[in-house]
């Protein structure tokens, strides 16, 4: 679903309850919503964005945008040459296509329990 630029999905059933509840995603605030129907479902996660909307204008304040896929980091330049060595070593087309899946990879793994670090990463290409 979406509307006005952010994007909502139904995450779970309450089988007690008959009620599906809903989150907007990809944004730093919680907005959530619920309903009983599919119609509900939709009208409920619509309302939930305009009311967030009206709320964070009555505050004078941003409100959160969806997150737009870009964000830039800094780091040295040893780190950014490893980074970059690595990409080529793996066959990549591009530096920012192995930065994205190794992104994903990192943020799968640490969702897991696992943490990764780049002495972890640097440890595991030694062995290779």
């Known amino acids: 679903m979406e509307h006005k630029g952010y994007r909502g999905t139904v995450m779970l059933f309450d089988d007690e309850a ?5 989150e907007v995603v ?3 605030d919680v907005i959530t919503f619920q309903g ?13 964005v305009d009311e967030y909307l009206a709320f ?3 505050q004078g304040r941003e ?6 896929g870009q964000f830039m980091t800094r780091t ?18 591009s530096f920012n296509a192995w930065v994205v899946d190794t992104l994903k990879t990192a943020a ?7 943490t990764v670090t780049i002495e972890r990463i640097e440890e595991e290409e030694v062995r290779k």
């Not at 799968?108 to 696992?114: K, P």
């Open 18 to 22: 008959g009620i599906f509840h809903g």
């Open 26 to 28: 990809d944004t730093q």
């Open 36 to 48: 009983k129907t599919g119609q509900e479902v939709i009208k409920a996660f619509k309302d939930s």
């Open 56 to 58: 964070c204008e009555e």
């Open 63 to 68: 409100p959160s945008k969806p997150f737009s």
């Open 76 to 93: 040295g330049p040893e780190v950014h040459r490893l980074c970059v060595s690595a990409s080529k070593l793996q066959g990549y087309k």
């Open 108 to 114: 799968t793994h640490s969702f897991s329990g696992r």
